[in-house]
T-cell receptor, first 113, second 116 residues
Framework: GENVEQHPSTLSVQEGDSAVIKCTYS??????FPWYKQELGKGPQLIID?????GEKKDQRIAVTLNKTAKHFSLHITETQPEDSAVYFC????????????FGAGTRLFVKA | DADVTQTPRNRITKTGKRIMLECSQT?????MYWYRQDPGLGLRLIYY???????NKGEISDGYSVSRQAQAKFSLSLESAIPNQTALYFC???????????????FGEGSRLTVL
């Protein structure tokens, strides 16, 4: 079955620096790759997603890149701010052969002011 | 008011007790899910339902059962709770997007369960 690995598990950056979180997936049938942000005491919330027919997507300070050949995708946050501090989860989904969304283990991001 | 509401938000119980976690949504979505979150393990799918008469097992369904009482309500039961079911549980919903398969998940705020 699908397996999603996420690195690093913890990331600490200075305010204004960039942060990069990387994920790899195992099943080439996966075709949807969302990223969720979880703030303390809250449920995860989608911040950006990408489908397998696109290599890169950007939304203001966040961007996601996808390399289907290598089966990896990354989240890039530029000009980090203290409110970016949270746990970030990547996930890989497919809609053939039944429903499957597999999450990575999460990255705890600290942005130091 | 939250679109996806979970009750209770916190619960402490003893081994062997029956526990029900409830979820209701006002988003009008047909698809509902129960996930479990453990530190270092991410979110793992327990059960999911694509409509009122549809129930499907996820990755870790053993020891759990669900009931889809209505389009807006999806409950998770632990028939006989054990300590390794101590976790944070999330309900989620998603809409069906024609031609695009799976889409965004909308999560509740979680139910923290402790089994002593």
């Amino acid at each position: 079955g699908e397996n999603v690995e996420q690195h690093p598990s913890t990331l600490s950056v200075q305010e204004g620096d960039s942060a990069v979180i990387k994920c790899t997936y195992s099943d080439s049938a996966s075709n949807y790759f969302p990223w969720y942000k979880q703030e303390l005491g809250k449920g995860p919330q989608l911040i950006i997603d990408i489908r397998s027919n696109v290599g890169e997507k950007k939304d203001q300070r966040i961007a996601v890149t996808l390399n289907k050949t290598a089966k990896h995708f990354s989240l890039h946050i530029t000009e980090t701010q203290p409110e970016d501090s949270a746990v970030y989860f990547c996930a890989a989904s497919m809609h053939t052969g039944g429903f499957k969304t597999i999450f990575g283990a999460g990255t705890r991001l600290f942005v130091k002011a | 008011d939250a679109d996806v509401t979970q009750t209770p938000r916190n619960r402490i119980t003893k081994t062997g007790k029956r526990i029900m976690l409830e979820c209701s949504q006002t988003k009008g979505h047909d698809r509902m899910y129960w996930y479990r979150q453990d530190p270092g393990l991410g979110l793992r799918l327990i059960y999911y339902s694509f409509d009122v008469k549809d129930i499907n097992k996820g990755e870790i369904s053993d020891g759990y059962s669900v009931s889809r009482q209505a389009q807006a309500k999806f409950s998770l039961s632990l028939e006989s709770a054990i300590p390794n079911q101590t976790a944070l549980y999330f309900c989620a919903t998603s809409d069906k997007i024609p031609g695009q398969g799976l889409g965004e998940l909308f999560f509740g705020e979680g139910s923290r369960l402790t089994v002593l």
